[in-house]
């Protein structure tokens, strides 16, 4: 007998249809002999008309209010859950937060929110502190695949993957975990298992370490749209700029993601970064604001490829094979950022689901 | 400097439009330098929604899920009000019930509801703790009529009514409060205030004395016409039937308003009484199982009208003025019940609106 954490999201429990699925697959758990606590999101589109409600009366809520808002959302859900659990026959019962052990709560106990994205952070946070066997996440795809199932061909289902390669393939724009929890799954190693609540058949496991199964080294293939580079010419080739400029981002909360810097010369040199597209204006600002960097430019027309796969490092033919697939597609690569478990090249947006496709083409097939 | 409870229904708070009119309503009563606790019921039809949702799932829902359910509405109100509040520069925060002292949870922690008008016990229950100076409950009409003023002509607004007169108004179907409430209030003496959220001009006070003023003795004419008239022919004559009848139908929980007995005559006699028309089928059936009473009949084309006002047994022309009413306008009488505050006659219910228009003419015109 095992303790599971079984989490469905917001379109898992859309309507009276899909609640009995999942109740079904929680009963079929319990009933396998296993003790079950299940987290589940707000029904469908409801936290997106909570929000709404609120826009109508003010263009700055509270957070306060706003958490207690949309809190009755998931109250909702979890009375119907229950409810229809114990029509199956399979005794449950529901808990708030702060029912559940004062979570939820702050300080002064106003009911608090995680965010977007919460009830993945939830679950591992509950079979974190239960000490649970396994953290299963129900979403609508069956798993975490090599590449974008619905854009890129004889993609593959992993069995495993780590925590670490799950961490640079979500934050590379896969969407299928919500970052956070996969962090928090890390830090107190909770296993955790990406499945589809509607074909329940094995998923994708999250883990520490993983057997290297099928000699498959890369995991997976992904790209991020929302990436801008912004670059300054010209910046004095003298200790300190670095700072100066990333410490006025950081101030800012801007987050940098890939940074390059030129040969100095003629006593300048050029710097370039990339930032989320969201944030580019800002940092356009602050840069300018700062009278120290003049010649700023802001490109809003890239995105970023990445391969992904522990080991990758003392493999140097990966990071060829990535660049001989783009070349054989005349993609032209603009920035090019390696780490152990990575590497991710800046290219055209235009061509970014040509080349993760030719990648995964040169990688997988 | 005085601390008010104000409380507003569904209706009161349905859109964004409604919920600024209440928040201006609250901010003024601040404004003008008193403390405000403001109880808030669901959005319009969100109650019945959540009921739909539940009824989906299952038709025998727990009682304990169908409170976590329900209380997500109330919620979304409090949220929604505290941001137009604090938009209009008054400073507020939501509480709920458990956020507010520990309210609404029974012993297990679980969240419980009052049930249907439970808000507006809430705020006699606030008023009552706090030992607030009055309980403005906020509704779609000005106040406490001395008929329906949307079926009788030249109603008047009461200025102040007693706890007990309200009772009997209230349940005689007047439906301005909520019996419990009304009852909570004259428990623990909090004086309430009945007004219109959307004309917010002084509306009726209910309290436990009040000042007989323009020397009105008659506090209000209502009718009921949920009425079910259940006669039982040829009773035996002898001590113990009335007990051995109205014990069964109390082991049903069925509520028995008037009651009529016949003189004895042969060695048998009659007895009527009525109940709600929801519960006349199974009182029939109870009786009838008991094989001691066959002859059993029910009326559904009953209807009760009322005269409701303190001290008016000790003016015994109240009830000829009634009665002559009805004469005129050829009006038969079925049964009538007299209390302390209170004179009832069952009569047909297609006379129904009609007896209420004479009786308040004769009394008040």
């Not at 957070?63 to 859950?81: C, H, P, T």
Request: hydrophobic share 45%; charged share 25%; net charge negative.
């Amino acid at each position: 007998m095992a303790l599971i954490v079984q989490k469905f999201g917001g379109s898992s429990v859309k309507d009276r249809d899909r609640i009995f699925n999942v109740a079904r697959i929680v009963a079929n758990t319990h009933n396998a002999g296993n003790d079950v606590v299940v987290v589940v999101s707000a029904q469908g589109d409801t936290t997106d008309d909570l929000i709404a409600k609120a826009g109508e009366i003010t263009h700055n809520p509270s957070a306060r209010e706003m958490d207690m808002l949309l809190a009755s959302g998931e109250q909702i859900s979890i009375a119907l859950l229950a409810m229809a659990l114990n029509e199956l026959g399979c005794h449950a019962i529901s808990l708030t937060g702060w029912q559940a052990g004062f979570q939820g709560l702050n300080k002064l106990d106003d009911i608090t929110t995680l965010g977007r994205g919460g009830s993945d952070t939830s679950a591992v946070a509950i079979a974190a502190a239960l000490h649970a066997d396994r953290c299963q996440i129900y979403t609508d795809v069956e798993g975490v695949y090599t590449a974008d199932p619905r854009k890129v061909r004889n993609t593959r289902k992993l069995e495993e993957i780590t925590f670490d390669e799950m961490l640079e393939l979500a934050s590379l724009g896969a969407q299928v975990l919500n970052n956070r929890s996969v962090e928090l799954a890390k830090k107190y190693n909770v296993e955790l298992e990406v499945l589809s609540s509607l074909n329940p058949i094995p998923g994708t496991v999250v883990k520490e370490v993983t057997k290297d199964m099928e000699g498959m080294l890369i995991k997976g293939v992904a790209k991020d749209t929302d990436v801008a580079v912004i670059t300054i010419l010209n910046v004095p080739d003298e200790p300190g700029m670095s700072f100066r400029i990333f410490g006025l981002l950081a101030q800012k909360n801007i987050n940098v993601d890939i940074i390059l810097q030129s040969t100095g010369r003629d006593g300048k040199k050029d710097i370039s970064f990339t930032c989320a597209e969201g944030e580019a204006e800002l940092a356009m600002r602050v840069l300018k604001d700062s009278a120290h960097f003049s010649d700023v430019s802001v490109d809003t027309t890239c995105a970023k490829v990445s391969i992904v796969g522990a080991g990758m490092q003392s493999h140097s033919g990966v990071a060829s094979k990535m660049f001989e697939a783009m070349s054989n597609n005349n993609i032209n690569i603009k920035m090019i950022s390696t780490s152990e478990i990575k590497i991710s090249c800046i290219i055209d947006r235009a061509d970014a689901d040509k080349a993760v496709g030719a990648i995964h083409d040169m990688l997988f097939d």
